[in-house]
């Protein structure tokens, strides 16, 4: 890759959930190239199952059906286009690399780049002899029971059996060719369900160094500390507690949000608020974009905090949870993204990557960087603020009127663009802006359910 992929740009990733690969090299280079993302994820590209009767649900990309980059999303010319083109605007390529199983059809079928397979046969690549074979239906039953966990099978999906050197082999192979084209990592999916010792005899494999974040859900009974040696982990209670804090809880409880939680280490965890899976879980504990302003404070306060590396999800309106992306034709295929679709029920791309305040805080942790956070202040409710010392300040008020006090940012004095509303075009704040004292103090209003933040790379003028 050149020379602009591998300099130091923060640590977010972008999840352009469902994108095909050629809106995915467009949004690189009009938007997360220039915001500032370090990286984005993409939906598994291997060739998946069709499942026409059940109307191509988004979920097809989780049963592969061979390793050739022929799917739903796109081909291998437009896939190797995209990492060349998302490269070129300084973003990372990692790829959702389905590796625990294959797929979960009974009576076998077509794949969509036209391979016919059987639930334990795949033409060219895996036989019944490179599957685990549980008694009875053979899926996991036992949630207590690690040894279940890893050797039978999720949800019906035919298990690999990872222990075996020819299936190493082959997944290696697959993420080998995806190495050739570029691709600099992956998110392992449902990484809990291969054993560590598994998922590092295949990294052992791999070709050059690549950055592993491993889906390990939970603790019990698989600790997400032993994959830890394999590279990240995803810190799924991070977004289940951030969602509980600001749906019923106070904003000032989260004054030492991380490790002190039971987090996994800071450094070793890729965080988010919602996830594709979180954001169709039913019980409505999750803060979503159907959260409205809500959402928008539990976003900006995982961008400003300086915990875990965070992933921020770009989806879809939808209803039906099975319900794959907006305006795919009746044969499944996909037409390209055109974002602005409406926030409740079915309607369109959200694009929630680039919403003002979502851009405009990447660009505020990507100036903070490692600078930590300090001056805190809450009301001992629900309006809290903080600086990330000497680079930037935030206040965020979840209460339902507005705050009005000096704060005590820090900052060296000036007007400063409002990074959540606005972003300085030429020598001027498109947004709002407050102005700094000598002494640091920031007087202004920070209207209820809604959120201010600065940064010294948007400062419009000095005093
Ligand atoms: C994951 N991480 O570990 C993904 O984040 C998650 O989205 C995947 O489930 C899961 N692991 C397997 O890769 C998704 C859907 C499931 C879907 C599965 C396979 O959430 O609902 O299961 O992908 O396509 C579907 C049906 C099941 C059925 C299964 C097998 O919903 O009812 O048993 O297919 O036929
Ligand atoms: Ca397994």
Known sequence: PPAAASQHRGDVTAHLFQWPWRDVAQECRSTLGPAGYAAVQV???????????????????YQPVSYRLDSRYGNTREFAGMVETCHRAGVKVYVDAVINHMSGQ????????????????????????????????????????????QHCELLGLSD??????????????????????GVDGFRIDAAKHIPAADLAAVKARLQRPAYLYQEVLGNAPIPKTDYLPNGDVIEDAYGQQISRVVKSGKLSWLDQFGEAWGFS??????????????ERDQSGATLTYKDGPLFAIGNVFSLAWPYGH??????????????????????????????????SGPGGWLCQQQDPATLGLVGFRNTAGTAPVSRWWSDGDNAIGFAREGRGYVVLNRESTAVTRTFDTGLPAGVYCDVTRGTVRGNRCTGPTVTVGRTGALTTTVPGLS???????HRVSRP
Do not use: M
């Open 43 to 61: 939906t598994p590209p291997q060739e998946h199952v069709e499942l026409p009767a059940q109307g191509y649900p988004w979920w097809q990309a």
């Open 106 to 149: 009974v009576g076998g079928g077509t794949g969509s780049g036209g391979t016919r397979f059987g639930k334990y046969d795949y033409p060219g690549l895996y036989d019944s002899t490179d599957f685990h074979h549980c008694g009875g239906d053979g899926w996991i039953h036992d949630w207590n029971n690690a040894w279940e966990i």
């Open 160 to 181: 690999l059996a990872t222990e075996q050197d020819d299936v190493r082999d082959d997944i290696a192979g697959y993420l080998n060719g995806l190495l050739r084209l």
């Open 265 to 278: 280490p800071s450094g070793s965890a890729v965080v988010y608020v919602d996830s594709h899976d979180t």
């Open 310 to 343: 965070p992933l921020v999800l770009s989806s879809y309106g939808f209803t039906s949870t099975d319900a794959g992306p907006p305006g795919a034709a009746p044969d499944g295929d996909l037409r390209s993204v055109r974002c602005g679709g409406v926030t």
């Open 451 to 457: 959120a201010l933040a600065i940064d010294v790379q």
